[in-house]
């Protein structure tokens, strides 16, 4: 079986490592981060700028991932990714990433569901009814991790189909 083409949401100031450790497992081929340069010379074009390289990230992806960290939900950007990602008929899946260790060896809070925040256009309905958000099973990071490194590509193939029907 290919590896799934994904693109990775994240909040990336407080989860880029955790983000970085779930990319590097391998198991699905995910978009490259910008560099922290790079970012910034995009934020600088504004909105069009930004939403141009989302777009383009995204582009040949199956399955959009958002990693929820503590301060995930309901960001401007991470909102835009999700919305992008369902309505070009991508599979969505969340998985929790508080449990896994920062670059300090820190873990944070768990965040709240991004999927609570959007509706289906001209509905109450949360796409939280339909879409997934796993929260890793262990006691510790590692645990955490190895749970990730198991189960990441099932998630996403479900996602998929979940999609297809909905």
Known sequence: MTK?????????EPDSWRASQ????GIVEGNR????????TIKRGGDTAIKKWINGQMRYRSCTVVLVGSNTANRK??????????????????????????NYGYVSEKGGNPFDYIT????????SSIIKCYNPQGNNSKERYDWISRHLSNAVEEAIKIRSQN
């Open 4 to 12: 799934r083409q994904v693109f990775y949401s994240f909040h990336y």
């Open 22 to 25: 779930v990319r590097n497992i």
């Open 33 to 40: 981060p910008a560099s922290d340069n790079n970012w910034e």
């Open 77 to 102: 950007w991470i909102n835009y990714e999700i919305v992008e990602s369902w309505n070009n008929g991508m599979g969505v899946v969340g998985i929790y990433v508080h449990g896994l260790r920062n």
């Open 120 to 127: 289906f256009s001209g509905t109450s309905k949360k796409l």
